[in-house]
């Protein structure tokens, strides 16, 4: 007898967005959030881990006026399987503030990935963290990172942090600009010393390999303010700050406990004290995401 496979509702953000305590730089960039919907144009995949409310243009666009954020990067979300259509709509709609970082699979071409770069996209993304759904196959990894060769785009993995060691190899020997997702997932209660952490800090430390100090709130052991995360944040300051990126991972799908689920202000007063320094954050937000895109073309930003 088949058993039905039941795919709760998890939690979306609340209509009212917190204020951080400090004053965002003019030009900076979330390098990390996605839009979700509506289903009704945009429908979500029979294979999803979860069901997120909607998360729509309209709000995500709200969403970042309320904050200050220019600029950002859409991020393919695997609640979407790899239809790409609800990225690159929000791309085409914002008049040049996103661009896309989309999924792929086998079936894409060179022709197609040139396509794709017209609409926006400027990376691609691997998303193989089981808490969130999706399987790595290099096959296809190896299939995409050829149709993508001449583009300038980026790579970006996400993954669980206990996998860090057995892929280091791996990602160390990517030719292309490679952005790693929300502190490679790694786990604080395990200290500095990790192995994980030491791979993430070695990796950091390649020219070519970008992290995301984003997603506190789902490597946190202690919820806010993300005190035991600080540790880990100032390390890779220390190793990589040209080469680190933030994202707010709005609307935070995913979370099903409402005590757990992160408040966007106080997630940047967080990250303020990963990075104390003005100028480093300046540089994290608004100076690394255009050297990330290297000579990939921005189009210009045509809001009033």
Not at 68 to 75: A, L, T
Not at 94 to 104: D, K, M, N
Not at 136 to 147: E, I, K, N, S, Y
Not at 152 to 172: D, K, Q, R, T
Request: hydrophobic share 40%.
């Amino acid at each position: 007898m088949d058993t039905e496979v039941v795919i709760r509702d998890c939690l979306g953000p609340p209509a009212r967005v917190s204020r951080p305590t400090w004053s965002l730089p003019a030009g900076s960039w979330d390098t990390h959030f996605h839009v979700l919907g509506p289903q009704n144009r945009f429908p979500f995949a029979a294979n999803r881990k979860y069901t997120p409310p909607d998360a729509s243009f309209e709000a995500c666009r709200s969403f970042h006026q309320a904050l200050g954020i220019e600029r950002g990067f859409v991020v393919h979300a695997n609640t979407h399987g790899f239809d790409n259509t609800v990225d690159l709509d929000a791309t085409a709609r914002s008049e040049g503030q996103y661009l896309a970082v989309v999924r792929l699979d086998g079936t894409a071409t060179p022709e197609s990935c040139r396509a794709l770069h017209r609409a926006g996209a400027r990376g691609v993304r691997f998303a193989f963290n089981p808490q969130h759904g999706g399987t790595l196959d290099r096959a296809v990894f190896d299939h995409v990172l050829h149709c993508i060769g001449d583009l300038g785009w980026f790579v970006e993995l996400h993954f669980a942090g206990s996998a860090l060691p057995e892929l280091e190899s791996w990602i160390a020997s990517i030719p292309i600009p490679v952005v790693i997702d929300h502190f490679g997932r790694i786990d604080p209660r395990h200290g500095l010393y990790d192995p994980s952490f030491e791979v993430l800090v070695s990796l950091a430390g390649r020219d070519n390999i970008w992290v995301k100090i984003s997603g506190a709130d789902r490597i946190s052991h202690q919820g806010q303010p993300y005190t035991d995360v600080v540790p880990f944040a100032h390390r890779l300051v220390a190793v990589a700050p040209e080469r680190l990126l933030w994202g707010s991972d709005w609307p935070h799908t995913g979370y099903f406990d409402a005590g757990r689920f992160p408040d966007a202000g106080k997630l940047l007063d967080a990250f303020a004290a990963f990075v104390p320094e003005e100028r480093v954050r300046t540089a994290i937000l608004v100076d690394n995401p255009l050297r990330l895109l290297g000579e990939a073309t921005i189009p210009p930003l045509c809001l009033d």
